[in-house]
């Protein structure tokens, strides 16, 4: 079983860099899919990043060249690195890892771009 746990959001203005982060207590974290959705309010939750367990990643074309998705299996820890930050990027940011018919989701962590 996974449990998910994100840190790292709050305000910044309209240019400048957040870095997330998402705590996983299971024992076999590298072995998940894991990705970044975000939810802005009157929207669907949408994916921002995905990195499988291969390594392969996915960005969404809207933050393509501004965010990068890492992971550090050894700290069970994923991150999203978010330079370039635009107002349009506000949402809650939700961490969630996936294997086989099995998805577990983070609480959420609110980012807020605004001067």
């Known amino acids: 079983q996974m449990q998910l746990v994100e840190s790292g959001g709050g305000l910044v203005q309209p240019g400048g860099s957040l870095r997330l982060s998402c705590v996983g207590s299971?024992?076999?974290?590298?072995?998940?899919?894991m990705g970044w959705y975000r939810q802005a309010p009157g929207n669907e939750r949408e994916l921002v990043a995905q990195i499988a367990a291969s390594g392969s990643i996915n960005y969404a074309d809207s933050v393509k060249g501004r965010f990068t998705i890492s992971r550090d299996n050894a700290k069970r820890t994923l991150y999203l690195q978010m330079n370039s930050l635009k107002p349009e990027d506000t949402a809650v940011y939700y961490c969630?890892?996936?294997?086989?018919?099995?998805?577990?989701w983070g609480q959420g962590t609110q980012v807020t771009v605004s001067r």
């Open positions: 299971g024992s076999i974290f590298s072995i998940y899919a």
């Open positions: 969630n890892a996936a294997i086989s018919s099995w998805d577990f």
